[in-house]
């Protein structure tokens, strides 16, 4: 689940270099649907997604999709995450005019959101390094911030505002490395 740049990704790296997966190929899916429904057609050996954060709670996308597939669980496992502001270089504070991120980002961000940005508007998008992505390639106005991983703004090009803008310095996510059920 995420885009090149997510944590998704970040987890997915971990787990292959923990479990010391040979000749693994990452698929960025997206949506926990589309990695659900990827593993029960088999067109993906293990899917690999968040399912709550510390301080976002539950990742309800993900119970959704759970909810609509069959799978089994490989393994439960989670990550430290860190939250960052990030913009198009030459952006500043001021200038920003809309953030935009994940629900969970913004769940996890929340109070420092409250506190920096008052009265901005704040949407939600599908996911954090595709919003930076998409800022990046001028789908989204150049003066919009995004809430994603230090990789993510370095991947697409982008300045760090904020560093570690999380509102709780632990901030961790749970991660299901999911498979196709074998009953």
């Given at each position: 689940?995420?885009?090149?740049?997510?944590?998704?990704?970040?987890?997915?790296?971990?787990?292959?270099?923990?479990?010391?997966?040979?000749?693994?190929?990452?698929?960025?899916?997206?949506?926990?649907?589309?990695?659900?429904?990827?593993?029960?057609?088999?067109?993906?050996?293990?899917?690999?997604?968040?399912?709550?954060?510390?301080n976002g709670g539950i990742v309800i996308e993900a119970v959704y999709a759970m909810a609509k597939h069959r799978f089994q669980v490989r393994e439960l496992f989670e990550i430290d995450v860190h939250?960052?502001?990030?913009?198009?270089?030459?952006?500043?504070?001021?200038?920003?005019?809309?953030?935009?991120?994940h629900d969970q980002a913004l769940k996890q961000s929340r109070m420092y959101l409250k506190r920096t940005f008052p009265h901005m508007p704040i949407t939600e998008y599908e996911d954090t390094a595709k919003a930076a992505k998409d800022l990046s390639f001028g789908i989204?106005?150049?003066?919009?911030?995004v809430i994603a991983s230090k990789r993510a703004a370095e991947l697409y090009g982008l300045d760090i505002l904020g560093e570690s803008v999380q509102d709780l310095k632990f901030n961790y996510t749970s991660f299901v490395v999911a498979e196709k059920r074998t009953d």
């Open positions: 689940m995420g885009a090149e740049g997510s944590f998704s990704e970040e987890a997915a790296l971990k787990y292959i270099a923990k479990r010391d997966v040979k000749d693994a190929e990452i698929i960025y899916l997206v949506k926990a649907e589309l990695v659900l429904t990827a593993i029960e057609d088999g067109s993906i050996d293990l899917g690999i997604f968040p399912i709550e954060n510390s939250q960052n502001l990030i913009a198009m270089k030459g952006v500043s504070l001021g200038d920003i005019t809309e953030i935009t991120s989204l106005p150049p003066t919009t911030a």
